[in-house]
């Protein structure tokens, strides 16, 4: 079993910055399985963010360039640099994962992540 619990999400003005972070906790570590970001807006599906797949990284079209996925693995947790903030990035953030060469996963696909966290609420103000 494994448990996901984000933090960092909070109201901040256009341009600005934050850190999200996503603590992974179980029978193994973070590097033990694919975590990604997804947010989520009222009415809307959950959308991908940013993904940390053993080596790779892949991030949405639109974040590129403004966000970062990163990890410490002796603190089991991935983070998510946000920076250059815009208001259509405001949503609740969603850490998942799913263990590392699962089969038929698809990093941008919600239904290939098994656990996720509870969410942390971003709002970009203009």
């Known amino acids: 079993q494994v448990q996901l619990v984000e933090s960092g999400g909070a109201s901040v003005q256009a341009g600005g910055s934050l850190r999200l972070s996503c603590a992974v906790s179980?029978?193994?570590?973070?590097?033990?399985?694919?975590v990604a970001w997804f947010r989520q807006t009222p009415g809307k599906e959950r959308n991908f963010v940013a993904v940390?797949?053993?080596?790779?990284?892949y991030y949405l079209e639109s974040v590129k360039g403004r966000f970062t996925i990163s990890s410490d693995n002796v603190k089991n947790t991935v983070y998510l640099q946000m920076n250059s903030l815009k208001p259509e990035d405001t949503g609740v953030y969603y850490c998942?994962?799913?263990?590392?060469?699962?089969?038929?996963?698809?990093?941008?696909?919600?239904?290939?992540?098994?656990?996720w966290g509870q969410g942390t609420q971003v709002t970009v103000s203009s």
């Open positions: 940390q797949n053993w080596n790779d990284r």
């Open positions: 179980g029978r193994t570590g973070a590097y033990d399985y694919a």
């Open positions: 998942a994962a799913t263990p590392l060469f699962s089969s038929n996963y698809a990093y941008f696909r919600a239904t290939s992540y098994g656990y």
